[in-house]
């Protein structure tokens, strides 16, 4: 059945350390986003990416990375630029405008 | 620069009454609203949505009606359930943004049995 899945659902980051968190679809959709949240604020875009091999920043890109290599799939890294990278991310894919449907989440914590 | 507000962080419903959860826009150029539910832990799931052509959509329990000269959206949920209970998310989009969403703070909704 399709859907968007997020790996892993837990990961934990040591200082200095860059992370990948992982996203994947099998919806057919061409653009796909990544949003942080904190406790108690909305959804804030990260990077979002439109089309295979082309992505644009977001609200908050610093200390983020993303590639977009593959239709299904949009990995962000949390490099160690990122000093406050404890947060819920979501990743989202959307037929081009419209509404968006999002994955499960991984919550990222700093050891 | 909030360009979508939702000023009340939470609200509290007795089970069967109305549930109304309202959000500000401040971009003309925003065409296009969604409104989706989040549980703790999980990703939100869309709700409903309205086109700016539009000022109501119904579906079952959940209304959104919009105000295009007051820049204003509500969303009503009749009759109020428990199962309700959830973080509560407008979101806008425009012509000028593409395909991005932007998203209010949400809104705590507690629905007591």
């Known amino acids: 059945d399709g859907g968007i899945t997020q790996s892993p659902k837990y990961l934990f980051r040591k200082e200095g350390q860059n992370v990948t968190l992982s996203c994947e679809q099998n919806?057919?959709?061409?653009?796909m986003y990544w949003y942080r949240q904190d406790p108690g604020q909305g959804l804030r875009l990260i990077y979002y990416?439109?089309?295979?091999?082309?992505?644009q920043k977001g609200d908050i890109a610093e200390g983020y990375s993303v590639s977009r290599e593959k239709k299904e799939s949009f990995p962000l890294t949390v490099t160690s630029a990122q000093k406050n990278p404890t947060a819920f991310y979501l990743c989202?894919?959307?037929?081009?405008?419209?509404?968006?449907?999002f994955g499960p989440g991984t919550r990222l914590l700093v050891l | 620069d909030q360009q979508v507000k939702q000023n009340s962080p939470s609200l509290s419903v007795q089970e069967g009454r109305i549930s109304i959860l309202n959000c500000d826009y401040t971009?003309?150029?925003?065409?296009?609203f969604l409104w989706y539910k989040k549980y703790p832990a999980e990703g939100p799931t869309f709700l409903i949505s309205?086109?700016?052509?539009?000022d109501k959509n119904e579906d079952g329990r959940f209304t959104v009606f919009l105000n295009k000269s007051a820049k204003h959206l509500s969303l009503h949920i009749v009759p109020s359930q428990p199962g309700d209970s959830a973080v509560y998310f407008c979101?806008?989009?425009?012509?000028?943004?593409?395909?991005?969403?932007?998203f209010g703070e949400g809104t705590q909704l507690t629905v007591n049995p």
């Open positions: 989202a894919s959307s037929i081009r405008a419209g509404h968006q449907y």
């Open positions: 919806l057919n959709h061409d653009a």
């Open positions: 990416s439109q089309i295979v091999n082309d992505f």
């Open positions: 971009n003309s150029m925003f065409d296009y």
């Open positions: 309205i086109s700016s052509i539009k």
């Open positions: 979101a806008a989009s425009g012509e000028t943004s593409g395909s991005r969403l932007t």
